[in-house]
């Protein structure tokens, strides 16, 4: 599976109402959870929120990438979120967060969330992507940044 096939039409906001981190965590876990890829929200909030306390996923450059890998999670995939007022995220570079991405994968996963990871953070360093997922509006014009 290509991180490309891990985001669907259906689990992406691009206004997010949240205003704390915490309440990101829910609102994307809650677009997972209604797309039918996740079984248990709360458990899966766990397994997202321990990595937390590991250190914080807010990357910097407005960007976080939560994840957790939990036997709640059916299928692995990612929900995307964009604040356009910015959420204090706890980030690398103690500025607000817009742009969330949050990986899901099953408990036996091997290392899917790894590569997803890898190639997101990878996209997000060129200022024009972060720029163009400032401007997305539609699923379609998201997807093309990731082809």
Known sequence: MTTKDMFSKNR???????????????????LLYDDGK?????????AVLK??????TGIGMGIAIPHGKSN??????IAF??????????SMDDKPAN??????VPEESSDV???????????????????KL????SFEEFIKIFK
């Open 12 to 30: 992406i906001s691009f206004d997010l109402k949240a205003s704390n981190k915490d309440e990101v965590i829910k609102e994307l876990i809650q």
């Open 38 to 46: 996740i079984i248990d929200k709360e458990k899966f909030r766990e």
């Open 51 to 56: 990595r937390e306390e590991e250190f914080s």
């Open 72 to 77: 709640a999670v059916k299928e692995a995939s």
């Open 81 to 90: 979120g964009r604040s356009n007022k910015g959420i204090d995220y706890e």
């Open 99 to 104: 742009l969330f991405f949050l990986i899901a």
């Open 113 to 131: 969330h790894l590569k997803a990871l890898s190639e997101i953070s990878r996209k997000l360093m060129h200022t024009e992507i972060r720029e």
């Open 134 to 137: 400032f401007k997305v509006q």
